[in-house]
């Protein structure tokens, strides 16, 4: 081969790798985002970065409290990543799961303090999910009604119900509170109507268990289920799925709902199992960063588990630094920052081949 | 190091009593002191006598006295370094409320050479909760929380750890809830605010008489966060503080409905100037407000710390308060293993109230000398901020107020306030509970 002109390297597609390989690549990018961490971590604060590191590790693990909040934090953000993966398989950019877990909390709290007096716990918590599942699925119907009938930008206006959402938490937690605090406090403190039970002695255990229940129920559901293929077939192609007679405004309609649905029960565990108040922070963001463990997990509920953990580590990592070494909050993102790049950056490396000038052409020369 | 040295003699009066009972006996625990009456502790409902101020009297009498000081400081020591102390905070540095406590707690720590925890960004939720334990797990003998939200979930932590202190600060449930280690504080910061509002009517006469503006137009802003006693006390206190100077001022507030929103709040103090203010004060705890102002030319009267930094050409002073003394009684009282009360109000007196150095770049001339004058009649008694002659509400002077100081989620107010021709702020407990809307206040849509 010879060639005038050939660039330093060039990018081409894999087809296919061994799974070896790819872990192989992941595993790399983890080492080096690591490294860079460290680096950073020296440069910026003079720190040293292997206390660093054990510092991320006890902030999850240092004692069975930081476990348990732990296995919380990943409970809950994962519930909210199964709620959006549906969606998102299917090509539809549903930003709007911290709206659908909000409203699914409000919907919540509004059954403990209007009804907290009115009914017995064993049919308050029955209502309390009814409530919440609804209020979501709604929340998430209203921008799948637009988009299956109108075409709407469904990125925009599950954006937009966000905010609408906030300002209707913030609205009743004005009514509620008639102090004019804003803040609702705990509700139903004494009598704990609606409150969920606590499961042996660990207030998060039924939190974990719901959203393991549902973790396998969404794999099974996507994987297995017809549903779930037209999913895919949607999210490949509108025209295929058309042409091979799938009702797509129906699939739509269908996992807008059950996505708002999940967020709603994500919103009821928030409220009802651990919180048990509302204010417009309950939802802590969650509803943007499921987009990102629902991403790194390629829309693959199990791997979510994954994913979920990662993120809740790292941030429960981040809040032990900024209590150990007297760094701000920001400075546990930003290596929150540097590792996720990585980690995208390697699905780059994992799909697609960099050739160098001279390695191409002893390729070239091998395929020939 | 005078406020340092205030708390030890407290502490030596404390001690001068246990000595009589049993001289070896080390206090340790909350219970050790519940037997023996000492001057921090209180009947749930009353105001804390501050102790500070009591031991600051007394003074050195004689040389047994500082004897026993010495003695009282040497048990001391060896009982500070038992304690570890935690905080809980809403926000970062980057809340001018949070940096405030921040500075205090680790000026009262380091000042006692104790050691503590700071969590920062902790949410008004469960994940209070959480750090509250995590605290608790990491040794914490005493734990501070900053934020009002924060109140149920302290409350939570100080039932399942009964050995811990848990103090909240601005809370208004200590006193009904009558656990022994669940405390809530404040600081008759209405004080500050007043003082903070002579200065700013002092401002506001001398552009009237520089003919910037007429007597009539005398209009101040306000950013509020929540409409609620907290807020509205503060923005009360300090319009009567400016009306003392400038009666012909008037007052438009409007609420962001969130304390740290900095966006929102400069919009806020741009709506209010557009609308005529000339003058801006603020209760949110962004720069929204003071760099609106700055860029505007409008002058600033702040709150929490000061803004001079931001604001070299419009900050005239600010009011704040200083933790410091209440972190300090806290710990020192845990420490010693005395019973705390369930409310510690700051003032004045205590050094828990300030006003930060006045900018003469921005402020009046003899704005100075007029605060210190002012402060002597507050400390003394002659000037009181409350008073009900010196405000009416729809037209008519106020002679009756029941207040709903018992914070039991009825929202019934049970409690007269008005005696002898002055709203009792902060006296039945230490958060504020005036919440009347007053004539020259108007509320304005945010």
């Known amino acids: 081969m010879n060639r005038t002109h050939s660039p330093l390297f060039h990018i081409s597609k894999r087809a296919s790798i061994p799974w070896y390989i790819s872990w192989a690549i992941r595993a790399a990018a983890i080492v080096a985002a690591m490294l860079v961490c460290a680096l950073v971590t020296m440069l910026l604060t003079g720190a040293d970065p292997i206390r660093i590191y054990v510092t991320i590790f006890q902030g999850s693990f240092g004692t069975v409290r930081k476990f348990w909040v732990l296995l919380q934090e990943l409970s809950i953000l994962l519930c909210v990543s199964l709620a959006v993966t549906p969606a998102f398989k299917m090509r539809f950019w549903n930003i709007g799961g911290e709206g659908q877990v909000l409203i699914g909390g409000l919907a919540t709290a509004a059954c403990m303090f209007y009804l907290g007096d009115k009914m017995p716990s064993g049919l308050l918590i029955p209502v309390m999910i009814v409530a919440s599942i609804l209020a979501g699925a709604i929340w998430a119907l209203i921008p799948a009604i637009f988009k299956a009938r109108w075409n709407t930008n469904e990125t925009l206006f599950t954006l937009m119900m966000n905010y609408v959402a906030i300002q209707l938490v913030s609205y009743f937690c004005n009514i509620w509170d008639r102090k004019g605090s804003g803040i609702v406090g705990i509700i139903n403190p004494n009598t704990r109507a609606g409150w969920f039970p606590v499961l042996a002695g660990r207030q998060y255990l039924l939190n974990v268990l719901v959203v393991a229940v549902l973790t396998v129920a969404v794999y099974i559901y996507l994987r297995y289920t017809k549903h779930g293929y037209e999913i895919s077939v949607v999210g490949e192609s509108e025209r295929t799925a058309r042409y091979v007679g799938i009702k797509v405004e129906k699939v739509i309609l269908r996992t807008m709902l059950l996505s708002g649905a999940l967020c709603g029960i994500a919103g009821l565990l928030l409220v009802g199992g651990t919180d048990h108040t509302i204010s417009t922070t309950t939802a802590g963001g969650r509803g943007f960063t499921a987009v990102m463990v629902s991403w790194l997990a390629k829309f693959d509920p199990i791997f979510m588990v994954l994913t979920s953990f990662l993120l809740a580590f790292l941030s429960r990592g981040s809040s032990q630094i900024a209590q150990n070494f007297g760094l701000n909050h920001s400075f546990g993102d930003i290596l929150t920052g540097i590792i996720l790049f990585f980690i995208i950056g390697s699905e780059f490396f994992i799909n697609y081949r960099l050739s160098f000038r001279a390695s191409s052409e002893k390729e070239d020369g091998s395929h020939a | ?446």
Not at chain 2, 207 to 229: H, Q
Not at chain 2, 245 to 260: L, Q, R
Not at chain 2, 328 to 356: C, P, Q, S, Y
Not at chain 2, 394 to 402: E, Q
């Open chain 2, 1 to 446: 190091m005078k406020k340092t040295l205030a708390i030890l003699l407290a502490l030596l009066l404390a001690l001068a009593l246990f000595a009589g009972c049993a001289k070896t006996e080390t206090p340790s625990g909350s219970g050790a002191g519940s037997g023996t009456t000492t001057p921090t502790e209180a009947p749930a409902d009353a105001q804390v006598p501050a102790p500070v101020a009591a031991a600051s009297d007394m003074e050195f009498e004689n040389d047994s006295a500082a004897a026993d000081a010495a003695a009282a400081k040497a048990e001391l020591a060896a009982v500070l370094p038992k304690v570890k102390v935690g905080f809980i905070f809403l926000h970062d540095e980057n809340s001018t409320y949070d940096k405030n406590f921040i500075d205090a707690a680790k000026e009262a720590c380091e000042g006692l050479g104790v050691s503590y925890i700071l969590r920062t960004n902790i949410p008004e939720g469960q994940e209070c909760y959480n750090a509250a334990a995590e605290l608790v797990d990491d040794g914490c003998n005493i734990i501070f929380a900053d934020s009002f939200g924060h109140e149920d979930f302290m409350i939570q932590a100080a039932r399942e750890f009964p050995n811990v202190q848990f103090c909240h600060a601005t809370g208004t449930k200590a006193h009904t809830e009558k656990l022994a280690n669940y405390h809530n504080a404040f600081a008759d910061i209405y004080e500050g605010r007043f003082l903070a509002g002579v200065a700013a009517g002092m401002k506001l006469n001398q552009l009237i008489d520089e003919g910037k503006f007429s007597a009539d137009e005398a209009l101040v802003g306000y950013v509020g966060a929540y409409p609620y006693a907290e807020v509205k006390s503060g923005y009360t206190s300090f319009f009567l503080g400016v009306r003392s100077i400038c009666p012909s001022a008037t007052m438009e507030v409007t609420f962001t409905n969130s304390w740290y929103d900095e966006a929102l709040e400069k919009e806020a103090a741009n709506t209010l100037i557009q609308r005529g203010c000339k003058l801006i004060s603020q209760h949110a705890d962004s720069m929204g407000a003071p760099t609106a102002c700055e860029t505007a030319g409008i002058p600033n009267v702040s709150y929490n710390g000061s803004t001079v930094d931001a604001c070299p050409n419009t900050f005239i002073v600010s009011s704040r308060i200083n933790w410091v003394p209440y972190m300090e009684t806290m710990i020192v009282n845990t420490a010693a293993g005395k019973r705390l009360a369930a409310d510690w109000t700051g003032t004045l007196a205590n050094g828990a109230v300030e006003l930060t150095d006045v900018n003469t770049q921005a402020a009046a001339p003899g704005t100075v000398e007029k605060l210190e004058e002012v402060k002597a009649g507050l400390i003394s008694g002659a000037v009181k901020v409350f008073d009900t002659g010196a405000f009416t509400v729809g037209g008519k002077t106020l002679d009756s107020y029941a207040a709903d100081i018992h914070d039991m989620g009825d929202f019934q107010p049970e409690t007269e306030v008005i005696k002898d021709g002055e709203f009792e702020e902060s006296v039945y407990r230490s958060a504020p509970a005036f919440d009347i809307d007053i004539d020259g206040i108007t509320i304005i849509d945010g």
